[in-house]
């Protein structure tokens, strides 16, 4: 029982000491995040880095930018064409 108990309190130093030492590595201006976040972050970044190029995943991430950039400019097209419409009905 002993034993158990000493392996127990080892192991969970031994979590605390590797959980310390890794939040030393966060640069200074860092925003603080939790080991598991961290730990969830770099194995998706790792996996995104491991699939090809035509997967899913990255097909998404690539194309979000540029459908980000069209809905901008569909929002001003249709803003101009609200602008044109209510100075076409507005009584002159």
Excluded: F, Y
């Excluded at 108990?5 to 310390?20: C, S």
């Excluded at 030492?21 to 966060?26: D, E, L, N, P």
């Amino acid at each position: 029982m002993d034993r158990l108990v000493v392996a127990a309190l080892a192991g969970a130093a031994g979590v605390i000491a590797w959980n310390l030492s890794q939040s030393g590595r966060q640069g200074p201006g860092a925003p603080r995040q939790g080991w598991l976040a961290r730990h969830m972050l770099d194995h998706m970044e790792r996996m995104m880095a491991s699939l090809p190029e035509n997967a899913p995943p990255k097909l998404v991430m690539s194309i979000l930018p540029k459908l980000q950039a069209q809905n901008e400019t569909i929002i001003a097209l249709l803003r101009e064409q609200n602008e044109l419409l209510r100075g076409r009905r507005a009584p002159p």
